[in-house]
């Protein structure tokens, strides 16, 4: 059974930085994309970053520049740094496996970021 556990969320000042971590757990196949996504109370969840199979990355307008996917195969474990945080990155942080077949979801990992 595939299970993924984020961490490495918590409090932050406005400006500072988190790494999220999600470790991957299980037999996982053809995996087209490793996305993270966030939601913040009220609001409906969102795409903040993900990694395409050919290794391609992509971001939200509203975090380009200050976040960074990526992973670690050996650790099966993929990270999302997160530099120059503001107030509106405050959500509940998620990871997500995607593949032709399956969608894996973490229990997610929670941000919040005072001004």
């Known amino acids: 059974q595939v299970q993924l556990v984020e961490s490495g969320g918590g409090l932050v000042q406005a400006g500072g930085s988190l790494r999220l971590s999600c470790a991957a757990s299980?037999?996982?196949?053809?995996?087209?994309?490793i996305d993270w996504y966030r939601q913040a109370p009220g609001k409906q969840r969102e795409l903040v970053a993900g990694i395409l199979s050919g290794g391609r990355r992509k971001y939200v307008d509203s975090v380009k520049g200050r976040f960074t996917a990526s992973g670690d195969n050996a650790k099966n474990t993929v990270y999302l740094q997160m530099d120059d945080l503001k107030p509106e990155d405050t959500a509940l942080y998620y990871c997500h496996f995607e593949g032709s077949r399956y969608h894996y979801w973490g229990q997610g990992t929670q941000v919040t970021v005072s001004s």
């Open positions: 299980g037999r996982i196949f053809s995996i087209n994309a």
